[in-house]
């Protein structure tokens, strides 16, 4: 990774990719993220 980035990666109970980004996140994206974590841990 380059400095000041970051990658994403959101896996499921079951090792699967739910979500995954290179580089600098959205506003839009990061609250997208959050809600699909909410939604996995209450699943």
Same mark, same amino acid.
């Given at each position: 990774? %380059?400095?000041?980035?970051?990658?994403?990666?959101?896996? %499921?109970? %079951?090792?699967r990719?739910?979500?995954?980004?290179d580089?600098?996140?959205?506003?839009?994206e990061v609250?997208?993220?959050? %809600?699909?974590?909410?939604?996995?841990?209450?699943?």
């Amino acid at each position: 990774l %380059d400095e000041e980035s970051s990658a994403v990666v959101v896996l %499921d109970k %079951d090792g699967r990719v739910q979500w995954a980004k290179d580089g600098a996140l959205t506003q839009e994206e990061v609250q997208q993220v959050m %809600d699909l974590l909410h939604k996995l841990i209450n699943k």
